[in-house]
């Protein structure tokens, strides 16, 4: 036995010995050149080798590269690089040919890497379900998701904030203005218009350490202020406990300080059901304009709480019951949900908690509530840093600063302190560095969330402990690097599996399932993007690194970094809001199969959209619904078994919903009143993100006829790019077209001015290629609403004309005969046909025109029919492009020629030009027709209407034919009108709802009305 120890230790103290120089890299080098041949191509990182060899009683141990676990890994994986190594196997080590393992530098064995859910195995560990009470139980949502994320918490943030410089004396971006966004700003396009609401609509619980409302309003009405709280005592009366609570006495606060401590509250006991009369407590706020806003409510925790406290929020579509958990979640904004509210203080807005609980012997505690996002309140004070990075207090007086930015658009820090944690959460670095308080703030303010819940119960630090059961966390960022040819930088995961020497998170569970939740993740939005973007997309590394992000949180964590934003190929496809969709879709997905597979649970993937969605009346108070479900052919159990009607009337909001079992349905409506409706599919997963939305409308009295409404605008893009012969030049190009936001843009700072690829990056200030302005960085620009036939409706109502509405594609699938109405409308707006990313990545989308529907158009005109239709591109979509595509013999033959024919011939008009008018200002000519007024459409950048910055100027062919308006700033044309006596046509080179206000838009549309109803000669 002696022998053999002796025997080991000589052949481990030559193996190190030989470490020493480059024998065992030489000698084991083909084994690792061979890994690393069988590993390329599924990611960019550094090349494999083998960096070091053990023997151990008898046994070889070989340690490959870092690089070799920055790979995704499958067991199939593990076994072939075991085959290799042993097919390898140097000769003087072949007597360890079957007594090996392999090791990382990290000292991972190698098998451990592999990622079970993706190798297809059964999980060896599943997770025990925390269980519990959500924090918010919506009481009114009339469906139940049963196999999605119900009962999951997610934290989740975007990268960086707008934050104060103390060595600049100034607030900043954290990152540099570049391709006419920022990173601060950029990954918010993501995170609050797609993924939280698409885990929201799994049913998870989504909680930010920045603020999710784009709404700049701030309304918080308190206990503490007389402006809004007021209180009904029942059985039993409100009371002031002894625990402090928010008030909000300063205009902006300084570091310290915490407005949840700075205030009271009011506790009741409850009452049980009817065997008491309630007391109620009441928020109703001064709304300074009208629109959505996010609703906040807050609450202290007592030994008694109730885990059913019942909020009602009263809004302009009705009301929605929340049950809100008192026992987690103290002293911090809880948010509830966003709600459409009429401007000024309504009795019948705002919220209203009673205390209505399940027994007598419970406590609910009433605190403030928030309505919107407002202005950041936060100050700053100027300081300087020594040469250690000391700061140092400056030798004068200064007043403290606040950004006078958007509060969505600060960092974590200051949202943070506005909600009520301590210092020790939002300023790990004592106030002397906001840079580094933001992003590290983040994992802390995760493990606050976290403390004092089932997955851990004994979290000590930091101080507060919200009781929340937090399932798992993600930091969503933008990376940096370029490429000096067009291509692709790609998606980065990281992780951290040892963190403060701990492999273990504190409820037990080992931290190496960040790996896997990495790996999931990255490998669904690497895929999707190459099935639906670019096949070309590159997979970067699987990173185990200390990033704060990724190390902190005591929960799996995992910092994505999704592509570059200062490479202009990865950007191309990142200002597309459909690529936006279909990542965060992708993120959205990964996050449930992995959290599915960790606790052993069945998922169902929520369905896709609807589409061909049309609401048509049957008489003069009913409508009928009808819409098509969408299969998702890259999830197969995302199919729609129900669906959720939603429904508006006039200018409120939506209602709560009501469940249908197909795929259409019916509603009854009431004279003089506008309708409107949206529907989403659901299944045991979720819901999808809404329709489009159709709206109908019946005038009181003697209605002059029925008008059928098209809405032909579905486009959402990117602005106009392009990318030069000679490699020069590129950039996104503002003049071309401005491209089309989701409902709205938050990330669009300004126009790119730095096209020259060949200006280097200097400074944050001067970044070089795709520098951009500045001047849109505050601002919340509209975008596609999809919710423009209401806006069309209500003209012709006026004109005593019933409107009902369709989507194209119903039009032309057949589901919508255009042929029964007298009058057709159809809504282009911006449409036009886009290319998403490089020439002949994806197919083009968005056409004004296609041919089915040319079709469809050139029946309803020679069956006589008036036809009235609008939109910035409707003639440069046939004679010109605004994106850069390669337009071929097949595409001229096929589609321009004919499309030509059939706006020559059909609508009467050729187009002249685009850029018509910067203006946006039409007069009316003297034709037989008869229009008068003069008109003003919006070309500017805003939060109520998208920009119509590219009219076109289209000019009358053949007789009968009319210039009906011109552009007043040039005398272009920019309407026709043909009065054939077969049939009447209205073409606009402008959007009639980009009009700036509905009486110029009634006006326009009641002109038209007049000129179709006039007797032919």
Request: glycine letters at 8%; proline letters at 5%; a negative charge.
């Amino acid at each position: 036995m002696k022998k053999q120890i002796i025997f080991s230790a000589l052949l481990l103290l030559l193996a190190d010995i030989s470490l020493q120089g480059q024998t065992i890299k030489e000698v084991f080098k083909p084994m690792g050149d061979s890994v690393n041949t069988y590993m390329s191509g599924r990611t960019t990182v550094a090349p494999i080798s083998v960096d070091t060899v053990k023997i151990s009683k008898r046994r070889l141990y070989i340690y490959f590269s870092q690089s070799l676990s920055d790979n995704p890994l499958r067991d199939n994986d593990v076994k072939a690089i075991y085959g290799i190594a042993k097919a390898l196997m140097p000769e003087r080590y072949a007597r360890y040919s079957g007594n090996f393992r392999i090791y990382v530098a990290n000292k991972r064995p190698l098998e451990d890497l592999a990622d079970c859910y993706l190798s297809g195995k059964k999980n060896p560990k599943i997770h025990k379900e925390h269980g519990g009470t959500p924090i918010t139980t919506d009481e009114s949502a009339p469906y139940e998701v049963t196999k999605g994320l119900d009962g999951r918490n997610i934290a989740l943030w975007q990268s960086h904030g707008y934050y104060y410089e103390q060595s600049l004396k100034r607030w900043e971006w954290q990152r540099a203005r570049l391709f006419m966004t920022v990173e601060d700003l950029y990954t918010q396009s993501y995170v609050l218009p797609f993924l939280v609401p698409m885990l929201e609509n799994a049913g998870a619980k989504v909680f930010l350490p920045r603020e999710r409302d784009v709404n700049t309003n701030e309304v918080v009405v308190d206990n503490d202020s007389d402006n809004g709280y007021s209180e009904d005592d029942g059985d039993r009366t409100w009371t002031t406990p002894s625990a402090v609570g928010f008030a909000n006495p300063k205009a902006c606060y300084l570091e310290g300080e915490n407005p949840f401590r700075m205030g009271t509250c009011r506790e009741a006991h409850t009452v049980k059901g009817s065997r008491g009369r309630r007391s109620f407590a009441y928020w109703i706020p001064d709304i300074p304009e009208e629109g959505d806003y996010a609703v906040y409510v807050s609450y202290q925790t007592e030994p008694k709480s109730t885990e059913k406290a019942q909020y009602t929020v009263m809004y302009a579509g009705g009301t929605t019951l929340f049950s809100v958990n008192q026992r987690i979640g103290s002293g911090m904004w809880v948010y509830l949900g966003t709600f459409h509210f009429d401007k000024g203080r309504l009795a019948d807005q705002g919220v209203m908690l009673s205390n209505e609980g399940k027994n007598g012997s419970e406590v609910v505690t009433a605190d403030a509530v928030k309505f919107g996002g407002g202005m950041g309140n936060i100050a700053r004070k100027p300081a300087t840093v020594d040469e250690n990075g000391n700061v140092r207090k400056i030798d004068y007086d200064v007043e403290p600063e606040i950004s006078h930015y958007p509060r969505f658009t600060e960092g974590a820090r200051y949202w943070l302190q506005w909600s009520g944690f301590d210092e020790d959460v939002y300023s790990p670095n004592m106030n002397q560095n906001d840079y580094t308080d933001d992003y590290q703030s983040r994992g802390i303010w995760v493990n606050a969330l976290n403390n004092g819940s089932v997955n851990n119960p004994k979290g000590e630090e930091p101080k507060q402990a919200k009781k929340i059961p937090i399932d798992l966390s993600l930091a969503f960022h933008s990376d940096a690097g370029t490429t000096l040819t067009d291509s692709i930088v790609g998606t980065l995961a990281i992780y951290t599996r040892v963190s403060n020497g701990k492999v273990k998170y504190p409820d037990g569970f080992d931290r190496g399932t960040a790996r896997d939740y990495c790996d999931i993740v990255q490998t669904q939005i690497v895929n999707d993007i190459k099935a639906q973007f670019e096949p070309e997309w590159n997979r970067r590394g699987l990173w185990d690194r200390l990033y704060a992000e990724s190390r902190c949180p005591e929960v799996p964590a995992m910092l994505l970094e999704l592509l570059s934003h200062e490479n202009f190929a990865d950007m191309r496809y990142g200002m597309d809001p459909s690529f936006r969709f279909t990542v965060s879709r992708a993120i959205y997905k990964g996050m449930l199969k992995y959290l599915s597979y960790r606790y052993g649970t069945d998922y169902v993937v929520a369905p896709l959209p609807v589409k061909s969605f049309s609401a048509k009346l049957e008489g003069d108070t009913c409508v009928f619904l009808s819409w098509n479900a969408v299969d998702d052919t890259l999830e197969p159990t995302a199919k729609a078994e129900k669906y959720i009607v939603y429904k508006r009337v006039d200018n409120g909001g939506f209602d709560n919903g009501r469940i249908v079992e197909g795929p259409g349905t019916e509603d009854r409506i009431v004279p003089g009143h506008i309708f409107s409706y949206k529907v989403e599919a659901l299944n045991a997963g979720g819901k999808s993100f809404p329709s489009e939305i159709m709206s109908v409308g019946v005038p009181y009295g003697r209605v002059r006829g029925t008008v059928l409404i098209i809405n032909g605008f579905d486009r959402v893009s990117a602005p106009a790019s392009f990318a030069s012969p000679d490699s020069t030049r590129a950039g996104f190009d503002f003049l071309t077209d401005t491209g089309v936001p989701y409902i709205r843009n938050i990330n669009m700072i300004g126009e790119q001015h730095e096209y020259r690829r060949n200006i280097p990056w200097m400074d944050d200030d001067a970044p070089g290629f795709g520098a951009s302005y500045g001047d849109l960085e505050t601002k919340v620009i509209a975008g596609n609403t999809f919710d423009f036939t209401k806006i069309h409706g209500a003209a012709f109502m006026k004109k005593g004309y019933a409107f009902c509405s369709s989507s194209r594609d119903a039009v032309t699938e057949g589901k919508v005969a255009m042929g029964i109405y007298r009058t057709v409308d159809i809504i282009f707006g911006k449409q036009v046909t886009t290319q998403i990313g490089r020439d002949g990545s994806n197919p083009l989308r968005y056409t004004v025109f296609p041919l089915d529907f040319q079709k469809n158009i050139t029946d309803y005109c020679n069956a006589g029919g008036n036809l009235l239709l609008s939109g910035s591109n409707i003639g440069t979509d046939i004679w010109d492009q605004d994106f850069q595509f390669t337009i071929d013999s097949t595409r001229i033959a096929d589609y321009i020629n004919p499309s030509k024919t059939f706006a020559e011939n059909v609508l009467h008009w050729k187009w002249m030009t685009n850029h018509a008018s910067r203006g946006g200002v039409v007069k009316s000519e003297q034709t037989p027709v008869g229009m008068e007024g003069e008109y003003h459409f919006n070309t500017e950048f805003n939060s109520k209407i998208y920009s119509a910055e590219s009219p076109d100027g289209i000019i009358p062919i053949g007789n009968r034919t009319y210039t009906i308006f011109r552009y007043k700033e040039n005398d272009i044309s920019a309407g026709v009108a043909y009065d054939g006596m077969d049939y009447r046509a209205v073409s606009l080179g402008f959007p009639i709802e980009a009009l700036m206000t509905q009486t110029e838009i009634n006006s326009l549309i009641g002109k038209v009305c007049d000129f179709f109803s006039r007797e032919k000669e």
